[in-house]
């Protein structure tokens, strides 16, 4: 059986074969990621955010064991940025996850981030597009990063979740990260913690002021993750969620959104691949970097000289 | 006095209308843009990063206010994402900065996410070049999120300091975000808290793991930022790693790895909006959007057909 067939047959280490060659970027990847393509678009994927510390690995370890006790199979995409410092730090923060790792209905990948800005956007959505293809019921993504890109990220879920903590500072921190309005589901995990109801009632009265494209109002929900409390709740929160898109076939929009988002920052990405490739032949980026960096000339002009070039 | 010479003049009213013009995107800006390019290359550029909840935002205030009684300029960039909800809690922050508001040697200006990712990146630097030519010595770009777009951002700078806090979880929060390797200066901020030896001591730990490319050697500096402790000290290693830079020429390196992520992060926008308004004229990027989510076809053949129309 070749390795497109086993992957639509749910076979985890022919998944993790091909989202090793996505992640080098081989011919043979983009080769298979058309194949999967027409077998996607049955996963739920839900999305996972909110500021370090605040307890977003072991929420999606719980969210987990509860999806799994209900007998949906999971997938799990840990996105992380890539540092040579901190292989140990993630990799403690993922032995939580160890207990999954003999259950066949559940398959876990870290993502890191690697070469230029966007490249991890686009990567983590072909890993979703694996998942997706090999059965996956429900796909999570957390994020460990709070910034723009891993906002783009979570935002294109069906399900995006936005957790916070109590006393995280003197401020909500999940506010700071410009995150708020892209949350269908709210956690105020570690809710043992002083100030946990002060913390709800914050995000109560930001909510007010926002409004939802599409009728939906968020729910705000207290956790205790590693004690494995109000993880019921919540999850009965997200399928509440998903219940409400799928019966105004909203999560047809939200996949549609989502392919769109997907589209633009392939064009994008492959677009500059192909005029970078264009330009090695005259010499390639040096020459033109070094006008700019000498003031000869500046960016835009010589973005415009490219463009022109290339007979865009 | 025509806008540009106003500009390098110093005139902030002048400034705050070209940023203004940059961040609508005129035709107008990027002509200005290309005229002031030639006055720039001369200002120092300090990224600030660290997670939501260290203090960022004062420190910025205290790091200026010191530059200030050094006899510098400074110019301020606050990075902040876009959302509905924050206006009052960001502005709340910024209030701390007024007091450098009547001071004519601090310019302050807050960037906010808009339209897709990448475009903050880009406008960021427009900005840093538009402080550069109206003659600010030091210009400090901090960042609200800590994610891939921020930290390449702040990574271009010619200083970059990662802030970390005593006690934020369990772990050191700035390994999650994936920052540590970036850092040029490391504050332990709120450092009369608990735990602060402790969070030098780990950051030590794993500088002790790492290399620099060019020899210098990461310093770490405790600070209590709202009481104003520790400052100074900062202040001078801040300093220090210039003049550090400067010995060598590592500046003029710093500047190239700057120009050079500049106009492939512009090249990359350019190239995407000039596909797109092509395909404008033949329906737009919504039939594709339509067959890719109808499974039709899959995102990377689309790309493909898209980039054999446009003749690449």
Same mark, same amino acid.
């Given at each position: 059986m070749d390795l497109i067939d086993r992957i639509l047959h749910g076979d985890p280490r022919a998944a993790a074969r091909l989202i090793t060659m996505v992640e080098n970027g081989t011919a043979e990847a983009v080769a298979a990621l058309k194949a999967i393509y027409p077998h996607t678009g049955r996963g739920y994927v839900i999305g996972i955010t909110g500021p370090p510390g605040s307890g977003k690995s072991t929420l999606t370890d719980r969210i987990t064991a509860e999806l799994r006790q209900l007998g949906k199979t999971v997938g799990i995409i840990a996105v992380d940025p890539t540092s040579p410092f901190t292989g140990g730090a993630i990799l403690g923060d993922r032995i939580r996850m160890q207990?999954?790792?003999? @259950? @066949?209905g559940v398959f876990i990948r870290s993502m890191a981030t690697r070469g230029h800005l966007g490249g991890l956007s686009r990567s983590t959505n072909d890993v979703v597009d694996v998942l997706d293809a090999m059965g996956k019921e429900y796909i999570l993504i957390e994020t460990v990063g709070v910034g723009q890109a891993e906002i783009e990220i979570v935002r294109t879920a069906h399900t995006t979740i936005v957790v916070a903590v109590p006393g995280l500072g003197d401020e909500i921190q999940v506010i700071k990260a410009g995150i708020m309005e892209i949350g269908d589901v709210f956690v105020v995990n570690k809710a043992d913690r002083d100030g946990a109801d002060r913390t709800v009632l914050e995000i109560e009265m930001m909510l007010e002021h926002g409004e939802s494209d599409d009728g939906w109002r968020p729910k705000i929900f207290k956790t205790v993750a590693a004690r494995g409390e109000g993880i019921d709740a919540l999850t009965q929160g997200i399928l509440g969620h998903r219940e409400f898109l799928f019966e105004e076939e909203g999560h047809r929009r939200k996949g549609r959104e989502r392919t769109r988002w997907v589209f633009r920052g392939l064009l994008q990405e492959r677009l500059t691949a192909r005029a970078l490739e264009r330009m090695a032949r005259g010499g390639g980026l040096d020459p033109l970097v070094d006008r700019i960096a000498a003031r000869e000339t500046d960016p835009y002009t010589a973005v415009e000289e490219v463009l022109k070039k290339l007979g865009l």
């Open positions: 207990r999954h790792s003999l @259950d @066949d």
